[in-house]
């Protein structure tokens, strides 16, 4: 038998130590990712302003941390935290985010607020906070926008202008971390059932995209080999906008 070289040994056991920070992680689609990553043997780092509602939140490879992305300083902090602790980032998924309808009329400062704080402040100070910890060459960078980030829709202008404001975010940093090689992605669903749209009967949502399935293709596009990238990847309701 061959022995492997000295760089397959190295790549082999930074895939073994494969370890991720999932914003919002605790609900929704980052709840699916969160799941996903685990079940493939990473470390994962959950942070959301109630990580304790995570389901595997026992889980011996899930680690919690109570952070509402709002707050800069405490996206700092746990990002030298993890770094500490687990070393480099080899996947940021950013999950947490907010959105409702906004009627023009109705649109209120505490409202705007509210949506870009979170949708686009928050992802941006943690990209920002997790950056200098990601691992080069070979970390992924996904960020969960929405269809709402490609086209407008009646009464959701807020939401729609924070998800357009995010992907010009993410098309500015994709290129920012090129040089280091780290790859960055974004995902940009149609509806799906997530906490949301509680609010809605079930059989509302019937056409709803499953955030399981959400989750599989992020990993999937976490798990391409390093030479590829998905940098946009838009999914969309079977039968059509939603």
């Not at 998924?93 to 400062?109: E, F, K, N, Q």
């Not at 809605?200 to 990238?229: C, G, H, R, W, Y």
Request: hydrophobic share 45%; proline share 5%.
């Amino acid at each position: 038998m061959v022995e492997d070289s000295s760089l397959e040994k190295v790549h082999r056991e930074d895939i073994d130590k494969r370890v991720a920070v999932v914003t919002g992680g605790s609900l929704g689609i980052g709840e699916a990712v969160s799941t996903r990553l685990l079940g493939l043997g990473w470390q994962v780092h959950v942070l959301a302003r109630r990580p304790e509602a995570y389901s595997l939140a026992g889980h011996p490879s899930c680690h919690l941390h109570s952070v509402d992305v709002r707050d800069a300083d405490a996206l700092g902090d746990a990002a030298a935290s993890i770094n500490e602790t687990s070393g480099l980032v080899d996947a940021l998924i950013l999950c947490a985010g907010v959105g409702y309808p906004t009627p023009l009329a109705d649109a209120s400062r505490e409202q705007y607020a509210e949506l870009f704080d979170t949708n686009v402040a928050g992802t941006i100070f943690a990209a920002k906070a997790f950056a200098p910890v990601l691992r080069n060459g070979l970390a992924v960078v996904v960020v969960v926008s929405s269809i709402a980030g490609r086209r407008g829709y009646a009464d959701w202008s807020l939401y729609c202008a924070a998800k357009h404001a995010l992907e010009g975010f993410v098309a500015s940093i994709r290129d920012e971390l090129r040089h280091r090689r780290i790859r960055v992605t974004s995902i940009q669903p149609g509806s799906v059932d997530t906490p949301s749209y509680a609010h809605l009967a079930p059989k509302e949502k019937t056409e709803f995209i499953d955030p399981v399935s959400v989750a599989d293709l992020m990993v999937s596009a976490i798990q391409l080999p390093p030479q590829a990238s998905i940098e946009i990847l838009f999914v969309n309701n079977a039968v059509g906008d939603l």
